[in-house]
Nanobody, 124 residues
């Protein structure tokens, strides 16, 4: 059984930055692709970013965060981080990390394990 724990959320002003971290316990993240999703109040959970397990340079981003967010894997720490820059109020949401072995990175139904989420609030 894999347990995922997100950390690093908080309150930040528009234009600021936050770094989220997804830590795995129970097993290594090796062999799993990792994705970040977010869910704002009253909205569906949406894809944010993903990284493959076999090539850390293979990354994918939602258009809304491209150029502002960066996903990166730290194999030594068994974590996947999401660096979020130039945040705006539309980025306010609960952010979740998730892992899966196969299928589209963009479809949340393909992910096997999820963390409990961390709140990110961006004030205007």
């Amino acid at each position: 059984q894999v347990q995922l724990v997100e950390s690093g959320g908080g309150l930040v002003q528009a234009g600021g930055s936050l770094r989220l971290s997804c830590a795995a316990s129970g097993r290594t993240l090796s062999g799993y692709h990792t994705g970040w999703f977010r869910q704002a109040p009253g909205k569906e959970r949406e894809f944010v970013a993903a990284i493959t397990w076999f090539d850390s340079s293979s990354t994918y981003y939602a258009d809304s965060v491209k150029g502002r967010f960066t996903i990166a894997r730290d194999n030594a720490k068994n974590t996947v981080d999401l660096q979020m820059n130039n945040l705006n109020p539309e980025d306010t949401a609960v952010y979740y990390c998730a892992i899966h072995r196969s299928g589209s990175f963009f479809v949340r139904g393909n992910y096997d394990y999820w963390g409990q989420g961390t709140q990110v609030t961006v004030s205007a």
